[in-house]
């Protein structure tokens, strides 16, 4: 069993910057691929970033040239650097990942953004 574990959410002011961490324990060996998703007031979640366990990194088109997802494997944490963040990137966000055989990591409590001035 894998379980993830995000930090690193807050208050930020339109144009600043944040740093999400994602920390895994468990069975971490049967990680493929770890994404950050977020999920806006009354929307569906969505993935925003995924990386895999061979450093291919994936972005949705709202989050290009901002968003940055990287990986610690010795501190089993991937990260979500985001600047240049606009009051649109309001939302919880989680982490969780896809494991050997298509199977899913559980989701776990999420992390609340709030940009605002």
């Known amino acids: 069993q894998v379980q993830l574990v995000e930090s690193g959410g807050g208050l930020v002011q339109p144009g600043g910057s944040l740093r999400l961490s994602c920390t895994a324990s468990g069975n971490i060996f049967s990680i493929n691929r770890v994404g950050w998703y977020r999920q806006h007031p009354g929307k569906q979640r969505e993935l925003v970033a995924s990386?895999?366990?061979?450093?291919?990194?994936e972005y949705v088109d709202s989050v290009k040239g901002r968003f940055t997802i990287s990986r610690d494997n010795a501190q089993n944490t991937v990260y979500l650097q985001m600047s240049s963040l606009k009051p649109d990137d309001t939302a919880v966000y989680f982490c969780?990942?896809?494991?050997?055989?298509?199977?899913?990591?559980?989701w776990g409590r999420g992390t609340q953004v709030t940009v605002s001035s």
């Open positions: 969780r990942a896809t494991l050997v055989g298509g199977r899913m990591s559980p």
């Open positions: 990386i895999t366990s061979g450093g291919t990194t």
